[in-house]
């Protein structure tokens, strides 16, 4: 069961300057270029987390991804 959240307090800790290997999960940017991340917690929980342009951590996850562009599909590497 994945739950769609806003970007919380916790959110704003992801660090997008440290990349581990592997993945947690996928983003996706919709036509808006929001991004909603799909991700895997070490205890195998799912969440959702959704960013809007207008959003403090945008640019931030943006750049943890890799960049994206509307309609693209992404692994999300995990945070440090």
Do not use: W
Request: glycine content about 12%; some cysteine.
């Amino acid at each position: 069961m994945a739950l769609l959240l806003a970007a919380t307090p916790a959110a704003a800790q992801l660090q997008s300057d440290c990349r581990g290997t592997g993945s947690i999960g996928n983003a996706v940017m919709a036509a808006d270029g929001t991004i909603t991340l799909s991700v895997q917690g070490r205890d195998g929980t799912m969440g959702a987390f959704a960013y809007r342009k207008n959003d403090s951590q945008y640019a931030r996850i943006l750049s943890h991804i890799g960049g994206m562009r509307p309609g693209e599909h992404k692994k999300v590497p995990p945070f440090c």
